[in-house]
T-cell receptor
Framework: AQSVTQLGSHVSVSEGALVLLRCNYS??????LFWYVQYPNQGLQLLLK??????LVKGINGFEAEFKKSETSFHLTKPSAHMSDAAEYFC?????????????FGPGTSLSVIP | GAGVSQSPRYKVAKRGQDVALRCDPI?????LFWYQQALGQGPEFLTY????????KSGLPSDRFFAERPEGSVSTLKIQRTQQEDSAVYLC???????????????FGEGSRLTVL
């Protein structure tokens, strides 16, 4: 069965610093991978997704992620953190073989941005 | 509306009460999902509908949980005889049906926060 792990339940960065949120997946077949963001008291919003078209994926708000099959990773980065980036970030996976988008989420990483 | 709408946003129930949570998906979205999100955790899959058909209910934690989507649009998640461990945010999401193209985006509502006392 597929699963997702996120290293670090809480990450703090200074405003303007690099953001790096880690995600590793476990899957026996090629996965589709996603990053979702959740702001306080809101639903989840898609940041970006990997669907095998390109290993480096660009998303909204300046975020990007790189799929590395050899490392089974899909880490999320942003060159310069902004205060508005403070939120909960979830890595997620779904399998190509499923007929619908059953998305499995990781436990999440809470990002704090220090002024 | 333009997005997924859930009601109520907040629900407090006494242990043993029945609750019903409503989800109004984006118009035209065939797929509808329910997730349970405990405090500080990621969303956990509960059940999936394709139109009115419930194709996957493998994530429902017990037979006290029941979901329906009778006309293929609005869905209701019902929890009978609520327990304290049912306290969580219940998220509804909808999407277009996956065809031959890669999976699309799940559109989430803001969730219904259930507190069982």
């Amino acid at each position: 069965a597929q699963s997702v792990t996120q290293l670090g339940s809480h990450v703090s960065v200074s405003e303007g610093a690099l953001v790096l949120l880690r995600c590793n997946y476990s899957s026996s077949v090629p996965p589709y991978l996603f990053w979702y963001v959740q702001y306080p008291n809101q639903g989840l919003q898609l940041l970006l997704k990997y669907t095998s078209a390109a290993t480096l994926v660009k998303g909204i708000n300046g975020f990007e992620a790189e799929f590395k099959k050899s490392e089974t990773s899909f880490h999320l980065t942003k060159p310069s953190a902004h205060m508005s980036d403070a939120a909960e970030y979830f890595c997620a996976v779904t399998l190509e073989k499923t007929s619908y988008d059953k998305v499995i989420f990781g436990p999440g990483t809470s990002l704090s941005v220090i002024p | 509306g333009a997005g997924v709408s859930q009601s109520p946003r907040y629900k407090v129930a006494k242990r043993g009460q029945d609750v019903a949570l409503r989800c109004d998906p984006i118009s035209g979205h065939v797929s509808l999902f329910w997730y349970q999100q405990a405090l500080g955790q990621g969303p956990e899959f509960l059940t999936y509908f394709q139109n009115e058909a419930q194709l996957d209910k493998s994530g429902l934690p017990s037979d006290r949980f029941f979901a329906e989507r009778p006309e293929g649009s609005v869905s209701t998640l019902k929890i009978q005889r609520t327990q304290q461990e049912d306290s969580a945010v219940y998220l509804c999401a909808s999407s277009v049906l996956r065809g031959l193209s890669p999976p699309g985006e799940l559109f989430f509502g803001e969730g219904s926060r259930l507190t069982v006392l």
